[in-house]
């Protein structure tokens, strides 16, 4: 003969057993919730620091491109001086060879 489980313990642990999976399901809820909220935080420090990040890389971006402009501004007026330094030089070239001849 099997002995059967007194009636009260049998229903202790039925209860038991629902008590401890309301428990996991409440304490699961709330540990998601909690994991939500911390996301959010960081997903919305992220999104300032990556406005943050976004303005320094713009500003960098348009000190840049200002530079190239000043670098291409620059180069133009070096050529303008190597030109005029090459005809002054042709200039001075063609009065010495004036002067030998007379």
Same mark, same amino acid.
């Given at each position: 003969?099997?002995?059967?489980?007194?009636?009260k313990?049998?229903?202790?642990?039925?209860?038991?057993?629902?008590?401890?999976?309301?428990?996991?399901?409440?304490?699961?809820?709330?540990?998601? /919730?909690?994991?939500?909220?911390?996301?959010? =935080?960081?997903? =919305?420090?992220?999104k300032?620091?990556?406005?943050?990040?976004?303005?320094?890389?713009?500003?960098?971006?348009?000190?840049?491109?200002?530079?190239?402009?000043?670098? !291409?501004?620059?180069?133009?007026? !070096?050529?303008?001086?190597k030109?005029?330094?090459?005809?002054?030089?042709?200039i001075?070239?063609?009065?010495a060879?004036?002067?030998? /001849?007379?």
């Open positions: 003969k099997k002995v059967k489980a007194a009636p313990k049998v229903a202790k642990k039925a209860v038991k057993k629902v008590v401890n999976k309301t428990a996991k399901k409440v304490v699961a809820k709330k540990v998601k /919730k909690v994991v939500k909220k911390v996301v959010a =935080k960081k997903a =919305k420090v992220a300032k620091v990556s406005a943050a990040a976004k303005k320094r890389v713009a500003a960098a971006k348009k000190r840049d491109v200002a530079a190239k402009k000043k670098a !291409i501004v620059q180069k133009k007026k !070096i050529a303008a001086l030109k005029k330094a090459a005809k002054a030089a042709l001075k070239r063609r009065a060879v004036l002067r030998k /001849k007379t």
